[in-house]
């Protein structure tokens, strides 16, 4: 008898153990994949700041993690308001790698600037916009900015409406892509 209910012991606390392993695995996927951040989602996972300096306005941005699906694409910051230009600059720990012009558009000015990885360093995921005021008479209170984010290759946007209301991306259709504005008076004081 007791042969046999050892036999039982030894084949009942292995599968016990991949029991509690599956369920344990499956609990474990399941809240690691919640917390994942995609390219349709990432605008909530931006934090920005900003400051003024005479007659330029900085708008600072870091993504808080990166997109589950992919860095590629481009991203365009549209301003409205008095500015006199606008420029851009893409930040890694060892420096500036990008920096892009603005262009004056009828409403306003965009500028365009990469989202990818290359060599092993993000473009797009860390970066400043400045912004130069026409005079120091003007304020950063009047200024609009949009920030529009694609995630897939496509042509150059037809950069004619700094405020992206209708975006459009040459001959490409079903670019996906979002437009948020950026309040500057929450981040410059």
Do not use: C
Not at 100 to 127: H, Q, T, Y
Not at 128 to 143: A, Q
């Amino acid at each position: 008898m007791k042969t046999r209910g050892n036999h039982f012991i030894v084949f009942l606390l292995p599968a016990l153990l991949m029991i509690v392993m599956a369920v344990g695995g499956y609990f474990y996927l399941k809240n690691d994949q919640s917390n994942e951040v995609t390219n349709a989602d990432l605008q909530d996972n931006i934090d920005w700041s900003g400051s003024l300096m005479a007659s330029t306005v900085e708008l600072s941005w870091q993504w808080r993690a990166m997109p589950a699906d992919g860095m590629f694409g481009d991203d365009y910051i549209g301003v409205t308001g008095a500015v006199e230009s606008l420029s851009v600059e893409l930040h890694a720990s060892d420096g500036i790698l990008y920096e892009a012009d603005g262009v004056e558009v009828d409403n306003g000015w965009i500028v365009a600037f990469p989202n990818e990885l290359d060599e092993n360093k993000s473009l797009g995921n860390r970066g400043t916009l400045i912004i130069e005021l026409e005079s120091d008479d003007v304020s950063y209170e009047d200024l609009e900015v949009f920030l529009l984010h694609t995630w897939a290759q496509h042509a150059p946007l037809e950069q004619q409406d700094a405020t992206f209301s209708d975006p459009t991306f040459g001959e490409a259709s079903n670019v996906p892509f979002w437009v948020e504005e950026i309040e500057v008076s929450s981040y410059v004081h």
